[in-house]
T-cell receptor, first 111, second 113 residues
């Protein structure tokens, strides 16, 4: 069935380095993608989104890349900081009202 | 702070019981969504309401029900609780201008003993 999945369950990154979190999606009809960050004890927090008519979008220290050919989404975090330690979810919204989440990637920032 | 308020933060109850989770959306948001987050299932969409009407349904059990009131707050009712219902339940809301971007509350941690 349709699914959104993450390649790496845990990503360990040294403080100051760049992080790359990957996500694969299977539904080619998906036209909107979102990255969320979830810190311990908190709800998912919106980071950045991208529509299928774009292949790159930048925010503050974050960049999302979309490759529709291989159905792949990535989140790049520049100069990773301790506060970036969290679980990151990609999600697709191809059916209004049904935001479908991937399994999540735990990012651990080491000093 | 997302602006979405959920109560209670923690709930401990026994099997067979019934509980009600409450959510107040961001000011002005008409859509409310409920999600369940468990370790083995991840974040699962349960149900969505828009301006008081049910809009979309996900993997919500028949033992569960929800509603959205005229003041736009929503309640999720879980009945005949089982051990497997233990999870984090999140409410999210979105506005009319950007319906696809959801803002989540801090969740209710439900423990069924």
């Amino acid at each position: 069935g349709e699914s959104v999945g993450l390649h790496l369950p845990t990503l360990s990154v040294q403080e100051g380095d760049n992080s790359i979190i990957n996500c694969a999606y299977s539904n080619s009809a998906s036209d909107y993608f979102i990255w969320y960050k979830q810190e311990s004890g908190k709800g998912p927090q919106f980071i950045i989104d991208i529509r299928s008519n774009m292949d790159k979008r930048q925010g503050q220290r974050v960049t999302v890349l979309l490759n529709k050919t291989v159905k792949h989404l990535s989140l790049q975090i520049a100069a990773t900081q301790p506060g970036d330690s969290a679980v990151y979810f990609c999600a697709e919204n191809n059916d209004w009202g049904k935001l479908q989440f991937g399994a999540g990637t735990q990012v651990v920032v080491t000093p | 702070d997302s602006g979405v308020t959920q109560t209670p933060k923690h709930l401990i109850t026994a099997t067979g019981q019934r509980v009600t989770l409450r959510c107040s959306p961001r000011s002005g948001d008409l859509s409310v969504y409920w999600y369940q987050q468990s370790l083995d299932q991840g974040l699962q969409f349960l149900i969505q309401y828009y301006n008081g009407e049910e809009r979309a349904k996900g993997n919500i059990l028949e033992r569960f029900s929800a509603q959205q009131f005229p003041d736009l707050h929503s309640e999720l009712n879980l009945s005949s609780l089982e051990l497997g219902d233990s999870a984090l339940y999140f409410c999210a809301s979105s506005g009319t201008g950007d319906n696809e971007k959801l803002f989540f509350g801090s969740g209710t941690q439900l423990s069924v003993l």
